[in-house]
């Protein structure tokens, strides 16, 4: 590393940058617990980005459509390719450069829906933030037109590594599909690691590594990402081939499939295609759905740990540039949380999930994951407890 920081990094915040990066470089911890520079903070709190998977609700709610267990895996491969963007290079975009998220509370809520158009029916979300140290985000999107259900928790372990960060994406959803009618099929997804690159000059961005899969239905999808080298390559490319799963098959009077092969290929970002046909398998160059946020607590008004509520004066100095102010209002929720745990630890209490419970193991990703024998080969899950707000309702 150099020892100037780069331009893209605000005059005044060059020192603390610099300063940052080398903290970085000689942690030997878990990174999400540093303090960024202010200027790198996002004003949006990390519990906000469960929202990414359904930015394009009308190809969520069409993985029910699909008629044949080959095309509904190929729908919910395109849905997931899909999410990507959103969830990964939307920063870029509308703040210039990854910004980091601000580190949800424990209990922290966000409460949304994207509405019925054309048929689709009404798609709603609901998040959790259930640990704070690690953060761990549980959260359900339901569309029950349709019967199009994902529930599913994410945690991040961070390193740093050759000038870049390192994140492990832990934990796993499950999306079931049973729509009125027909039959039920449920898929194990699997999350990509990520790197952080940009850092020095102050414009960090995410490029997707290594594998994920997306395992059922008689299906399987593995998905190969890679990015721009310091030499070579394009930035955000992908390719993933889906074949049948000849194990959901052994125990079934249908034969297994042959010849049917799905190759695609292209950039997450942007757009793919089948490799052989050349026809196109999804684009995200059209206009995204925004969530529509609600409160939580009846009348539609938002509680104390509702997202926007509770970091709104934090949002407020970051957006405005007023560093110092968004630092005294993220100090004072910190300072709270400390005393909240240590009020616990002295009564000999813990803090109650409101719609979530924590089971050690999860059937469905043991079952699934022996097929593409992913490690760990046991994880736990955050089981939703089907208590939708009754803003839900209304």
């Known amino acids: 590393m150099t020892e100037q920081a780069g331009e893209a990094v605000p005059a ?15 942690f030997s911890g878990d990174l999400s617990s ?39 895996s190929l729908a919910v491969l395109r849905w997931f390719i899909s999410t990507l963007k959103g969830q990964y290079t939307s920063r870029n975009e509308s703040m210039g450069s990854e910004k980091k998220p601000l580190n949800p509370v424990l209990g922290e809520l966000f409460y949304g829906y994207w509405p019925d158009k054309d048929g689709r029916g009404r798609t709603n979300l ?20 349709k019967g199009v259900k994902l529930v599913g928790h994410n945690a991040q372990k961070t390193s740093f590594s050759s000038g870049s960060i390192m994140v492990r994406q832990v934990g796993h959803a499950i999306l079931t599909v049973a729509p009125p009618g027909g039959r039920k099929d449920e898929y194990l997804i699997t999350l990509p690691r990520l790197r952080i690159d940009g ?40 390719k993933a081939i889906t074949t049948p799963d000849s194990s959901a098959f052994a125990s079934s009077s249908k034969p297994i499939p042959t010849g049917r092969e799905h190759i695609t290929e292209g950039t997450w970002h942007e757009e793919s295609k089948f490799t052989k046909t050349g026809v196109e398998f999804h684009n995200v160059h059209g206009p995204k759905e925004e969530v529509t946020v609600i409160g939580g607590v009846s009348g539609g008004e938002m509680g104390e740990f509702e997202t926007r509520n509770l970091w709104s004066a934090v949002a407020k100095g970051i957006k405005e540039g007023d560093y110092e102010a968004a630092s005294r209002e993220k100090s ?41 024998k992913l490690t760990p080969p046991v994880e736990d899950i955050y089981e939703f407890q089907e208590n939708w707000p009754p803003t839900f309702s209304a």
Do not use: M
């Open 126 to 145: 609901l998040v959790e933030q259930v640990s704070h140290h690690p953060p761990v985000t549980a959260y359900v999107i339901e569309n029950k037109t």
């Open 199 to 238: 850092l020095w000059y102050g414009s960090p961005y995410v490029e997707l590594a290594e594998n994920s899969y997306v395992v059922g239905g008689g299906y399987i999808s593995s998905i190969e990402y890679k990015g721009r080298g310091y030499f070579s390559g394009k930035s955000h490319t992908f």
């Open 34 to 72: 540093l303090t960024a520079p202010p200027f790198i903070l996002s004003p949006v709190s990390l519990t906000e980005f469960p929202a990414y998977w359904c930015e394009r609700p009308e190809l969520f709610a069409a993985i029910a459509d699909a008629k044949t267990a080959e095309d509904r």
């Open 12 to 26: 005044a915040q060059r020192g603390s940058w610099t300063s940052f990066l080398k903290s970085i470089a000689s």
């Open 332 to 372: 004072k929720i910190e300072n709270d949380q400390r005393q909240r745990r240590k009020d616990e630890q002295a009564a000999g209490t813990t803090w109650p999930f409101k719609h979530f419970n924590r089971l050690e193991s999860d059937p469905i990703y043991e079952e699934l994951a022996k097929v593409v």
